[in-house]
């Protein structure tokens, strides 16, 4: 999946949009090794974490839950996203907006019926851009 990138000129965001895709792509990296233990330090501790039927509160709901899943239903699976946008509301805040979805594994394509809108939000802290919240809904 390609998108486009917008960001907001006020600020010279060139080195925080390569640093955003840096989070989410190791994020998906670690997704496709499904290991949920590289996953979490990518989140803030209090992040948050919505999805039809599941919310979680904390890293340690998150990395639970991602761990169960990725012994369980998901296991092989790779996540893919687009991200449509990305825009700086602030200096230390980024929110990305993307189609997503899960690849099972063999699977080259994401069939619709698992294609999500996402939205992401990140945050700088101690100079490092964290995720701070995520939420999707079927796109479809």
């Known amino acids: ?5 917008s960001t907001d ?21 670690a997704w496709a090794a499904n290991d949920a233990d590289a996953l979490v ?7 948050s974490v919505v999805r039809p ?4 509160h904390s ?13 369980g239903p998901l296991k092989g ?12 509301p602030g200096p230390d805040t980024a929110i990305v907006v993307s189609t997503a979805g899960v690849l099972m594994p063999g699977e080259e394509s994401l069939p619709p019926e ?5 939205t992401w939000v990140l945050v700088r ?4 851009w964290r995720i701070a919240a995520y939420a999707n809904a079927p796109a479809h």
């Open 1 to 5: 999946m390609t998108g486009t990138i």
């Open 9 to 29: 000129t006020t600020t010279d965001t060139t080195t925080d949009t390569t640093a955003v895709r840096a989070v989410l792509d190791r994020f998906y990296d």
């Open 41 to 47: 330090p990518l989140y803030l501790d209090d992040a």
């Open 53 to 56: 039927g599941v919310v979680h």
């Open 59 to 71: 890293r340690d709901a998150l990395r639970a839950g991602m761990a169960a899943s990725f012994a």
């Open 77 to 88: 699976s790779r996540g893919v996203d687009d991200a449509a946008s990305i825009r700086f």
């Open 114 to 118: 698992r294609e999500v809108s996402a």
């Open 125 to 128: 802290r101690d100079g490092e």
